[in-house]
């Protein structure tokens, strides 16, 4: 097939062929989505927390957005130093697990900072920090 620009100038236009062929091409207009995600909820609640118990993040992390995303990058680190861990994505969900040379241990601090990218392609930055508990 040959392959034709048009200009679009209503809801519906008419294409016409010089051997008489015609056709009607209707289609709906969206406006881009220009909103980024937001960050609705952490799993376990460690955002900003003091006196984490290792133990409740053996599974990981999950982290809950407004709308469908991919992760750009995310990292959770102590000191500077990235930790080994996996993002996985389901949707607006993504979760961070240990790869299984990094737990979480106690009496340190923590940051998880990093990007998500939603479906429109806007960014939404993500940064929080946590500290574990005390050994017992």
Partial sequence: GTS???TVT?????IAWDNGGAQTVNYTLTAPDTTPATLS????????ATDVDPADLADGIELTFSEDVDVDEL????DGSALA????????VVTM?????????????????GTVVDLGG???????????KAKE
């Fill in 41 to 48: 909820s952490v799993s376990p609640d460690v955002k900003d």
């Fill in 75 to 78: 990292l959770i680190s102590t």
């Fill in 85 to 92: 861990w996996i993002n996985t994505t389901d949707g607006a």
């Fill in 10 to 14: 209503a809801a519906a236009n008419s």
């Fill in 122 to 132: 806007n960014e939404t930055d993500v940064s929080f920090s946590f500290t574990t």
């Fill in 4 to 6: 034709r620009t048009f």
């Fill in 97 to 113: 697990q240990d790869a299984g040379d990094d737990p979480i241990v106690n009496e340190t601090t923590y940051d998880v900072e």
